[in-house]
């Protein structure tokens, strides 16, 4: 699986105006914290963040003042409306690191009682897992077959 790679932007400037200046520029605010290092703000392009959002990519290969590192998305913030990334949060990661994700589930099969007027009742959409920040699937998937 390969890593999607995006270049990230330095910013020395925060606060509510300074970021949606940023938003009007076609940048998304986001801030790489972890491995002991200093916290940084910066600023990823819109365009690769909602492809990142919609592959459902975990861990990012980031371009930062010409060094590369690896990093994984824990968090997203977005607008009311759910359309548009307002923030994000990545933390530095190692491939060999093992990190917890929450993960979605994706149902496959017919349950056997839906032929005879049955519904399938999701009660948990995803599930929490430990693994290689390398070998993070993008959804685990189970058979309802009977």
Known sequence: MAIPALKAERR?????????????????????????????????????????MHD??????????????????????????GDNIEHLDLTRVDLNDEVRVNLPLRWVGTPKGSNQGGVLEVIRAGIALSCKASNIPKYIETDVSA
């Open 56 to 81: 459902a990519e975990h861990v990012v290969e980031l371009e930062l003042d010409g060094t590369r590192s690896h990093a994984l998305l824990r968090a997203a913030q977005r607008d009311y409306l």
């Open 12 to 52: 020395t400037l925060s606060g509510t105006k300074n970021n949606r200046s940023l938003r009007a520029q076609g940048k998304v605010p986001a801030v790489l914290y972890g491995k002991g290092k200093e916290n940084v703000n910066i600023a990823l392009d819109t365009g690769a963040v909602n492809k990142l």
